[in-house]
T-cell receptor, first 113, second 116 residues
């Protein structure tokens, strides 16, 4: 039973570019949340998708956007990249928006030069 | 506002000893959940244990137990008989249970290193 899969695992971009990160949730899960984890810090909530809609959003600018597809997979898009966007981006899935336990993927490590 | 505080940036423990990782939280909500996650160097966050604010007994999961002291707003993780594989970052987290779509807030983490 595959868990949460994320792609790509590593990528390097330059300032001003745009990036798309992808996430496939665990089988049976319909809700996807995205977190940003800067080096040496805990994960920070970006947003959550359920039934193809953004249900809740953290304190992130509009440069961060997302999408959820009918098969429950999700994308995170970041426009106009800044050096400070360099981080590990974690995707987490759960069986429902109110589920207590999240299953995390291994993350996509983004480096912005 | 909800906040999680982990005051131990790093800890060294001898193998087979018990270890306590500290976590305090701040919230005005009455209904909330507390979590501990483990993050090895691979990056994946692994769920360890959960405690609901209305649970009267401390949660236990194998070698993990959560020392929940509601009045002190404390949710320490106790790992018994530590193993080399326990070396990792550990994060305390909290979620407000009053909403069907509620984010999980994480602390800054504690890096645990187990000595052989």
């Amino acid at each position: 039973d595959a868990g949460v899969t994320q792609s790509p695992t590593h990528l390097i971009k330059t300032r001003g570019q745009q990036v798309t990160l992808r996430c496939s949730p665990k089988s049976g899960h319909d809700t996807v949340s995205w977190y940003q984890q800067a080096l040496g810090q805990g994960p920070q909530f970006i947003f959550q998708y359920y039934e193809e809609e953004e249900r809740q959003r953290g304190n992130f600018p509009d440069r961060f956007s997302g999408h959820q597809f009918p098969n429950y997979s999700s994308e995170l898009n970041v426009n106009a990249l800044l050096l400070g966007d360099s981080a590990l981006y974690l995707c987490a899935s759960s069986p429902g928006a109110g589920a207590n336990v999240l299953t995390f993927g291994a993350g996509s490590r983004l480096t912005v030069l | 506002a909800q906040k999680i505080t982990q005051t131990q940036p790093g800890m060294f423990v001898q193998e087979k000893e018990a270890v306590t990782l500290d976590c305090t939280y701040d919230t005005s909500d009455q209904s909330y959940g507390l979590f501990w996650y483990k993050q090895p160097s691979s990056g994946e966050m692994i769920f360890l244990i959960y405690q609901g604010s209305y649970d009267e007994q401390n949660a236990t999961e194998g070698r993990y137990s959560l020392n929940f002291q509601k009045a002190r707003k404390s949710a320490n993780l106790v790992i018994s008989a530590s193993q080399l594989g326990d070396s990792a970052m550990y994060f305390c987290a909290m979620r407000f249970l009053g909403s069907s779509a509620s984010k999980i807030i994480f602390g800054s983490g504690t890096r645990l290193s187990i000595r052989p």
